[in-house]
């Protein structure tokens, strides 16, 4: 037992003695992809260029705001820096492509996690899983459904299924309804139009965009109805370069502790309806 205690204390004294290690883990240097934020003052961003609500949406005087908004605002804060938007992206690619050449630290924009899109980024863990959904036109729904539950009627071979150009139920709508003929819309409205008109068999995307839509406007739910596919997800999380290990730790021990979480009743409510006000009482942010 003496010899392990001299043994022990030559070893501490040949280190420096514990005084020595104390200093040198206090003085420990930040990982560096946390450590180039820290220096530079700020966490850069990419956001959508265009409204994403109620996530990303653009106010009056021409700033970013919305639920992803207040989220990013509270982790800028939580790491002790200030907040520069980049809100060139014009398709949720470009925020990828942004992300991906390093030129923003993370991207938040009701990014789905898609296996394609994992190809080039790494995504943090969920901070919303939504249902994906259909919206089908009442009356043609009636006249070829013949009791089949919706998902039989739009998974049928030559069916005519709308979704977003450029979104992740692109990708999806290739798994779910590989027999379907995909249309692309530039956006919602464009797609309810088509559903409405007969064009297409479905609008094909996400449990909110359906809700909205049929809370948007008071005719709807006369002419179109909502199918969700229970058994089907769609994650919703944050975008960072792949190297950023670091940063992906700290936001998902983040997005574990301190976010507020999110439901699509509570988005509805707060966002959703028709002339609901955008949330306010954010800091001033730099712009790119």
């Known amino acids: ?5 001299i043994l022990f204390g030559l070893g501490l004294a040949g280190l420096g003695g514990v005084p020595r290690l104390a200093r040198a883990a206090g003085a420990s240097a930040l990982a560096p992809d946390i450590a180039r934020i820290r220096e530079r003052g700020r966490l850069v961003v990419a956001v959508a260029g265009f409204a994403t609500p109620p996530f990303v949406t653009i106010g009056t005087d021409g700033a970013p705001i919305g639920t992803d908004i207040d989220m990013a605002t509270d982790m800028a804060k939580a790491l002790g820096v200030g907040l520069a938007f980049d809100h060139r992206a014009r398709t949720v690619d470009e925020m990828i492509d942004i992300v991906a050449a390093r030129d923003a630290d993370l991207a938040i924009s009701k990014l789905s996690e898609t296996l394609d899109r994992a190809l080039r980024v790494r995504f943090s863990r969920p901070y919303l899983v939504l249902h994906q959904a ?6 043609r729904f009636a006249q070829t459904a013949k009791g089949r539950d919706p998902i039989e009627v739009v998974q049928e071979s030559g069916a005519s299924i709308g979704v977003v150009a450029g979104s992740a139920y692109v990708e999806y709508a290739k798994r779910l309804l590989p027999r379907a003929r995909l249309r692309d819309y530039a956006d919602w409205p464009s797609m309810i139009d088509a559903v409405r008109r007969g064009d297409v068999v479905a609008a094909y995307g996400d449990e909110l965009d359906v809700k909205h ?3 948007a406007d008071p005719a709807a739910p006369l002419q179109l109805r909502p199918a969700i596919l229970a058994d089907t997800r769609d994650p919703i999380g944050i975008a960072l370069p792949w190297d ?11 997005l574990e502790t301190a976010a507020k979480p ?3 009743d509570e988005l509805l409510a707060r966002y959703g309806a028709p002339g609901a006000a955008p949330s306010e009482g954010h800091p001033r942010q730099d712009r790119l």
């Open 1 to 5: 037992m003496l010899r392990r205690r």
């Open 134 to 139: 259909l919206l089908l036109n009442r009356l």
């Open 213 to 215: 839509a049929l809370m």
């Open 244 to 254: 950023s290990l670091s940063l992906l730790a700290w936001v998902d021990l983040y």
């Open 262 to 264: 999110l439901d699509v």
